[in-house]
Each structure stands twice: as structure tokens, then as C-alpha cells.
């Protein structure tokens, strides 16, 4: 989870920005802010997120959505929920080789879709100090577009991306019970896909882990970003004085 986020503001004086709706205008901010998103403005945002942190009804965050994907500000998966703000790195552009070498981790996350198509364009024209393995990467990202796109936009571009209506996910992230037995393979399976660890096995510590995270409340796409985030933590990755990493489930 990042601590802040930087919002130019030319925000409020762009004519993109002047011509949305009130809603429009603030769940944009949300999106340039939120605790869920990244330094390459990609990362996986369902309705849910968005209605429980802006405390708005869902049909509310879903129109809001729908505003914002037809004036190109942001592009969204369907099937997954990743989203890309389109124009992040014009405004937040890498500021050393190392930001640059954590982003293409950030990117290497992503599942493939649309949203990841359009951020290695994004990134191809505003990103600084890449790295010519990250370049070649970028550059062989499939331009995956989804079947209920419209025609006039199978092909994905910047200039303007569109997606089906957003799926309503409900009020409250709460949505899945928190005793589910399947819930425990899936965020262990993540992990061991996220952190390399193939061979791991779901132990009884683990799994223990796993349904104590859950009975506090947490959903299983929480546990996920968690997961998420702690992959792209230096400290954790084993950027730290004993150069050790700490990345296990525990």
C-alpha cells in the first residue's frame, strides 16, 4: 500500500477534467490517490474498493466508471477489474533507473489483458531511465482486447480506450464468506505464484495463517494485494542489512 500520491494542479484547469461531472471528477482523484494503486498507475481496482473507500452506492461508482472510461481517462479489464490510468506517467515519470527497475516488477504482476496492453504503451511513451530488457518486454506485450469491446475499438490506443460497462460488485467488499475452505487454497496458491515458491507446501502453520487473516475480516482479494505488495517491497525482496527475505505467508 503506498503512503502518498502526487496530483498536479493542473488537474482542476485541464479541459478534460473541467468537462466531468462532479462524480466523474472525483473518482478520478480517487484513482490518482487511492491506497490500491501503484507507481505505474495499473493495479486491480473492482467497484467494491471504490464504493467502500468513497463510501458511494455502487450504481453511483459504476457510472462514475463509465464516465471516465468514455473521456480516456482510464481502461479496465471486465473479467480481472486491473485498471490503467492512461496518462500516470506523463505526470509521475520514473525518477532514477531504480524507480524504473521497480516498475517493470510492478508491471511483470499484471495479469495479461487490456489494462496491460494500453500501461506498456503508456509506458513506452512517458517512461524514463528503462532498461533495454524492460524496453524489448514492453514492446512484446500481446494487445490483448476483450470480446465485448465494441468494434471501434478491438485495437487498443491511447487516445481512446474503451471497455464494457464495469460489473457491479455490491456496496461492500465483505462479499465473500470468510469460512469458505477454497478461499485458503486460492491466496496460497497466489502466493506461491507471486513469491517463486513452487515447491511450498500448504501446511497446517500456513493455513492457520491464511483463516486467522480471514476470520478478522479480511477478503481474499485483501489477502491478495497483500500478497501483491509485500512482492514489490525492497525490505521484504531482501533490500535490507541481512540481505535476507521475508516473504512467507506467516
Same mark, same amino acid.
Given at each position: ?8 494542479t493542473?488537474?482542476?484547469?485541464? /479541459? ?11 473518482l478520478a ?5 487511492c ?10 481496482? #473492482?467497484?467494491a ?13 459504476s457510472?462514475?466508471f463509465?464516465?471516465l472510461?468514455?473521456?480516456?481517462f482510464c ?10 490510468? @492512461?496518462?500516470?506517467?506523463?505526470? +509521475?515519470?520514473?525518477e +532514477? #533507473?531504480n ?14 489483458g *487490456?489494462?496491460?496492453?494500453?500501461c506498456?504503451?503508456?509506458?513506452l ?6 532498461? &533495454? ?8 506485450v500481446?494487445?490483448?482486447?476483450s470480446?465485448?469491446? !465494441?468494434? =471501434? ?9 474503451? @471497455?464494457?460497462?464495469? &460489473? /457491479?460488485?455490491g456496496?461492500? =467488499?465483505?462479499?465473500? /464468506?470468510?469460512?469458505? /475452505?477454497? !478461499?485458503v487454497?486460492? *491466496? ?9 515458491? =513452487? ?5 497446517d502453520?500456513?493455513?492457520?495463517? *491464511? ?6 475480516g479480511y477478503? =481474499? ?9 509485500c512482492s514489490?517491497?525492497?525490505h521484504?525482496?531482501?533490500? +535490507? ?8 505467508l506467516?
Open positions: 500500500m503506498r503512503e502518498y500520491a502526487k496530483v498536479y493542473a488537474f482542476w484547469a485541464d /479541459p478534460s477534467t473541467r468537462s466531468m461531472s462532479e462524480d466523474a471528477r472525483m482523484l480517487y484513482l490518482l490517490t491506497p490500491h494503486g501503484n507507481l505505474i498507475g495499473l493495479f486491480r481496482l #473492482p467497484d474498493y471504490a464504493a467502500d473507500d468513497l463510501q458511494w452506492a455502487s450504481e453511483r461508482v457510472k462514475g463509465q464516465e472510461f468514455e473521456k480516456g481502461a479496465r479489464d471486465e473479467g480481472s477489474a486491473w485498471l490503467v490510468i @492512461l496518462k500516470y506517467l506523463k505526470w +509521475n515519470q520514473f +532514477n #533507473p524507480v524504473a527497475k521497480n516498475a517493470a516488477k510492478v508491471f511483470d504482476l499484471a495479469p495479461q *487490456i489494462a496491460k496492453s494500453l506498456a504503451q503508456a509506458i511513451k512517458f517512461g524514463t531511465y528503462l532498461s &533495454e530488457a524492460f524496453r524489448k518486454a514492453l514492446e512484446t500481446p494487445e490483448t482486447v470480446e465485448t469491446l !465494441s468494434e =471501434p475499438y478491438r485495437k487498443p490506443s491511447l487516445a481512446k480506450p474503451s @471497455l464494457a460497462k464495469p &460489473e /457491479p460488485l456496496l461492500t =467488499p465483505f462479499v465473500e /464468506p470468510p469460512s469458505r /475452505p477454497d !478461499s487454497g486460492e *491466496i496460497f496458491e497466489h502466493w506461491q505464484r507471486v513469491m517463486n515458491h =513452487p515447491q511450498a507446501k500448504l501446511d502453520k500456513r493455513r492457520k495463517c *491464511i483463516q486467522a487473516a480471514l476470520k478478522l477478503t =481474499p482479494e485483501q489477502l491478495r494485494t497483500a500478497v501483491d505488495g514489490v517491497t525492497p521484504n525482496m531482501g533490500h +535490507n542489512d541481512r540481505g535476507e527475505r521475508y516473504d512467507d506467516t
